[in-house]
């Protein structure tokens, strides 16, 4: 919303001209409204959520943080947070009670519906992160013996409060998934023509226990808009909109940004996370990466009496481990990405390992070409310090790539996450195996 359009809200609550706030607020978009009544103090925002005509009140409310949403319900009526939870959607109500303090939790749940009640306690048993735990039961299902005009019919009496009614589903008796059927297909056929002889029986579906990864894939696959979930039985019991999967791409894409990073995922905003628990989440990380650091000085001191006599070659080793370090890193971060987006599974390792050798045998050549015209020029008397390091730099290119490629399809097939073995842990591994090579070569090259 414009700030001049914040402004004249705010002159509007000033003047106490109710009347004018209401009329003008209510045409505003409800993620636009939720963006107002984040900014106003927070003394204020219940009163003014309490003015928001009660259609759109609701949808409001699914847009507030989770902060705003525990300011409102603490300082509301019992009657108004009944009304709240029942016109939420069902994975709305559910996103917001996983993140509530237990006291709120049960002044909620204490207000809702019995059969509302029932639906949220069946959402919360679903396994965290997966299909059932995003779905919604807000849906419209047909009977495949129906018409299209008694589909029309349906759609009129019970559209109205699902998440959607552009992709309708077809269900059996026990609730069994039959098919698909689109608005549109409807709009264009006959009103007598039968649901059977319109839905789509070639099914893509996503269970309860499916990972939300694999219905993001599904989505990017097929181009959805919407998916059905059945249960182990093949029973429908939701479906997941394209809004809330864009919404797990993004948590996702964060928490691989964060793994990359060597950061303890953390489900808050940065702002609206406390100093303590950045600090908790990054220093677990370091530490591991300190300690492992120890075996690079090992490594250092072992080839000590090298170093000592050529001081040379520790004015070039930041160059080599650098290097190494980045063209690891580039690796891993195209196999991650690309195991991400289901470009690359485990079962083409080897075809990973065969194409980054031939990558690296060219970046290496190249590098270790550039680097030796460079340490020539730089150090004239150095020639045999310059074939070391670039040989050197050469095989850890080759090793850093390999390694690389190799790690985070290596976790994948561990059933761990493949982000946890980017650039940090990359670079570490690099590291130790570069200095070992280098101080190898030298010795072996320069007599030491």
Same mark, same amino acid.
């Given at each position: 919303?414009?700030?001049?359009?914040?402004?004249?809200? /705010?002159?509007?609550?000033?003047?106490?001209?109710?009347?004018?706030?209401?009329?003008?607020?209510?045409?505003?978009?409800?993620?636009?409204?939720?963006?107002?009544?984040?900014?106003?103090?927070?003394?204020?925002?219940?009163?003014?959520?309490?003015?928001?005509?009660?259609?759109?009140?609701?949808?409001?409310?699914?847009?507030?943080?989770?902060?705003?949403?525990?300011?409102?319900?603490?300082?509301?009526?019992?009657?108004?947070?009944?009304?709240?939870?029942?016109?939420?959607?069902?994975?709305?109500?559910?996103?917001?009670?996983?993140?509530?303090?237990?006291?709120?939790?049960?002044?909620? &749940?204490?207000?809702?519906?019995?059969?509302?009640? *029932?639906?949220?306690?069946?959402?919360?048993?679903?396994?965290?992160?997966?299909?059932?735990?995003? &779905?919604? !039961?807000?849906?419209?299902?047909?009977?495949?013996?129906?018409?299209? =005009?008694?589909?029309?019919?349906?759609?009129?009496?019970? %559209?109205?409060?699902?998440?959607?009614?552009?992709?309708?589903?077809?269900?059996?008796?026990?609730? *069994?998934?039959?098919? #698909?059927?689109?608005?549109?297909?409807?709009?264009?056929?006959?009103?007598?023509?039968?649901?059977?002889?319109?839905?789509?029986?070639?099914?893509?579906?996503?269970?309860?226990?499916?990972?939300?990864?694999?219905?993001?894939?599904?989505?990017?696959?097929?181009?959805?808009?919407?998916?059905?979930?059945?249960?182990?039985?093949?029973?429908? #019991?939701?479906?997941?909109?394209?809004?809330?999967?864009?919404?797990?791409?993004?948590?996702?894409?964060?928490?691989?940004?964060?793994?990359?990073?060597?950061?303890?995922?953390?489900?808050?905003?940065?702002?609206?996370?406390?100093?303590?628990?950045?600090?908790?989440?990054?220093?677990?990380?370091?530490?591991?990466? &300190?300690?492992?650091?120890?075996?690079? %000085?090992?490594?250092?001191?072992?080839?000590?009496?090298?170093?000592?006599?050529?001081?040379?070659?520790?004015?070039?080793?930041?160059?080599?481990?650098?290097?190494? %370090?980045?063209?690891?890193?580039?690796?891993?971060?195209?196999?991650?990405?690309?195991?991400?987006?289901?470009?690359?599974?485990?079962?083409? /390792?080897?075809?990973? $390992?065969?194409?980054?050798?031939?990558?690296?045998?060219?970046?290496?050549?190249?590098?270790?070409? $550039?680097?030796?015209? =460079?340490?020539?020029?730089?150090?004239?008397?150095?020639?045999? #310090?310059?074939? $070391?390091?670039?040989?050197?730099?050469?095989?850890?290119?080759?090793?850093?790539?390999?390694?690389?490629?190799?790690?985070?399809?290596?976790?994948?097939?561990?059933?761990?996450?493949?982000?946890?073995?980017?650039?940090?842990?990359?670079?570490?591994?690099?590291?130790?195996? !570069?200095?070992?090579?280098?101080?190898?070569?030298? $010795?072996?090259?320069?007599?030491?």
């Amino acid at each position: 919303m414009e700030e001049k359009v914040y402004a004249d809200l /705010i002159e509007k609550l000033k003047q106490k001209d109710i009347r004018g706030f209401i009329q003008e607020i209510k045409d505003k978009n409800e993620m636009d409204i939720a963006e107002f009544l984040t900014e106003l103090p927070d003394d204020k925002i219940t009163i003014v959520f309490r003015m928001l005509p009660k259609e759109i009140a609701a949808e409001v409310f699914a847009c507030l943080d989770i902060e705003k949403q525990e300011k409102i319900i603490t300082s509301i009526t019992d009657k108004e947070i009944e009304y709240i939870i029942e016109e939420l959607y069902v994975d709305d109500a559910v996103d917001m009670l996983e993140e509530l303090p237990a006291n709120v939790v049960k002044k909620v &749940m204490r207000n809702a519906k019995s059969d509302t009640r *029932k639906l949220i306690n069946q959402f919360l048993t679903y396994p965290e992160n997966s299909a059932g735990s995003i &779905m919604t !039961a807000e849906f419209v299902d047909l009977k495949k013996n129906m018409t299209v =005009r008694e589909s029309f019919e349906r759609i009129r009496k019970i %559209g109205e409060d699902k998440e959607t009614i552009y992709t309708c589903y077809v269900t059996a008796a026990d609730r *069994k998934l039959e098919g #698909v059927v689109t608005v549109k297909e409807l709009l264009l056929s006959p009103y007598e023509t039968v649901i059977e002889q319109l839905m789509d029986k070639n099914l893509i579906f996503a269970h309860t226990t499916d990972d939300q990864e694999d219905v993001i894939e599904l989505f990017s696959k097929y181009d959805l808009l919407s998916i059905p979930v059945v249960d182990k039985e093949d029973r429908l #019991v939701g479906i997941i909109t394209v809004d809330d999967i864009m919404d797990v791409m993004e948590q996702e894409a964060t928490e691989d940004f964060e793994k990359m990073a060597a950061i303890t995922p953390s489900e808050k905003p940065y702002l609206k996370t406390g100093v303590f628990t950045l600090a908790k989440n990054r220093v677990i990380w370091l530490m591991l990466l &300190m300690i492992s650091a120890t075996f690079t %000085g090992d490594i250092l001191m072992r080839f000590e009496e090298a170093f000592s006599v050529v001081p040379l070659l520790v004015a070039l080793m930041p160059m080599l481990t650098d290097t190494g %370090g980045n063209a690891g890193s580039q690796s891993s971060t195209m196999i991650i990405r690309g195991m991400a987006v289901g470009d690359i599974e485990i079962r083409d /390792i080897f075809k990973v $390992v065969w194409k980054e050798l031939r990558v690296s045998l060219i970046v290496g050549f190249i590098l270790a070409i $550039v680097n030796f015209l =460079r340490v020539i020029i730089m150090y004239p008397e150095s020639t045999a #310090v310059a074939f $070391v390091v670039s040989i050197s730099l050469f095989a850890t290119v080759i090793l850093a790539k390999t390694i690389g490629c190799t790690l985070p399809m290596l976790t994948k097939a561990c059933r761990l996450d493949p982000a946890i073995m980017a650039s940090p842990i990359i670079t570490t591994v690099v590291d130790a195996c !570069a200095l070992t090579i280098y101080f190898s070569i030298a $010795v072996a090259v320069l007599h030491l």
